[in-house]
């Protein structure tokens, strides 16, 4: 049944982690500005928010997190070098992130986990659904997934998460949700949400991936929820309560994701997304994929 929702205009994209896993290289650069071929991977997170036509986004940062906002802010300078240069390619590329969209900043302060900072977008959202966009996760382009989200959420109401199917050896590291099906083949309905747990404890194999379109009511809930796993307060613990109180901020449905996602959350998978991204650059691609294929025979 369709019901009339708001538009859905805002994103949040969580970035105040410190980025412990990639130390050193992360002591004074944020983990979000890490390159992914010649990208930061924030940058691409603003992209794919954009392109499910999210022009208001708000990044929720913490200490040393200048960098991000010196990077989507214009650089007259380097751009006057380049002008003079009659470097136009480059140039675009410089203006590019700039021109994205309408970019916002706040604090979270203490580093509380990932209820407390999607918290701390309450002022700048006010009662609209809006979108949670992760870093860690980069969603191919040609696999839509954001914009199947939000139709969702047209659609059904509530809050919608993005769910994808793990070995179960996986399943504790990630959010997990039990779930039931709909009359849509890749939507499903969550009535009950655990954040990493043991694999024998775990009520599937969906893992929730960082990717999420809240109801309002959410900051509600948020604001009572006491810290939870590894003393933080955690996003999942919100959604189970909304997934078990419907008539609070309505139900809480999945997107069963099967597209490509870039996991770069650690060290080894953020290497396997570089390499995996860049085989697939026209501009790269064919002279890496024939380096790679040598290195592989002559050296594995």
Known sequence: MSHAHPRISKAVIPAAGLGTRFLPATKATPKEMLPVVDKPAIQYVVEEAVSAGLDDVLMVTGRNKRPLEDHFDRNYELESALEKKGDSE???KVRESSDLAMIHYVRQGDPKGLGHAVLCAAPHVGEEPFAVLLG???IDPRDPLLQRMIEVQGQYGGSVVALMEVAPEQIHLYGC???????????????GLVEKPEPADAPSNYAIIGRYVLDPHI???LRKTEPGRGGEIQLTDALQRLAQEETVGGPV???VFKGRRYDTGDRGDYLRAIVRLACERDDLGPDFRT????????EM
């Open 291 to 298: 380096w790679l294929q040598r290195y592989v025979a002559e």
């Open 253 to 255: 449905h999945g997107v």
């Open 177 to 191: 949700a039990a779930v039931e099906a709909t009359g849509d083949s890749d939507v499903v309905q969550v009535t």
């Open 136 to 138: 860690d996760d980069l």
């Open 90 to 92: 480059r140039l675009a």
């Open 219 to 221: 900051f509600e809930i």
